[in-house]
């Protein structure tokens, strides 16, 4: 009876033993597993190198989308300032505190200790 039982048990181990002798340790597995290895992490263009190469250019995407758009804006800005002759005088006032003859400008600059404490 104990034989019996003894035979059972190794019954499945040796089918277990010829699956992996028959499936996992094939030479064609075991090229594939390498070939796979060598892809993922040692060639030059591996896809770790490709999926950091792909997030670069998300990122350059990004930015030229943004360098367009300031583009566009800043062209509707100069053709604005260059069409209207009230808009010229009203930047160069503005920001380059350009006057007209006989025309005084006061500049006022806040006291930066007094804006901290409020």
């Not at 104990?2 to 340790?25: A, C, G, H, M, W």
């Not at 290895?37 to 998300?58: A, C, P, Q, R």
């Not at 025309?103 to 600059?109: C, G, R, W």
């Amino acid at each position: 009876m104990k034989e019996s039982n003894l035979i059972k048990e190794i019954q499945p181990q040796s089918d277990t033993i010829k699956f992996v002798r028959k499936y996992v340790l094939n030479k064609y597995t075991i090229t594939i597993c390498l070939f796979l290895v060598w892809m993922v992490f040692f060639d030059k263009t591996s896809f770790l190198v490709i999926h950091e190469i792909n997030g670069e250019i998300n990122k350059y995407e990004e930015q030229l989308t943004f360098y367009k758009s300031e583009y566009e804006k800043n062209d509707k800005f100069y053709k604005k300032l260059m069409n209207n002759k009230d808009e010229k005088e009203k930047y160069a006032r503005e920001n380059y505190f350009m006057k007209k003859p006989n025309e005084e400008i006061f500049i006022l600059v806040a006291d930066s200790t007094n804006i901290a404490k409020k």
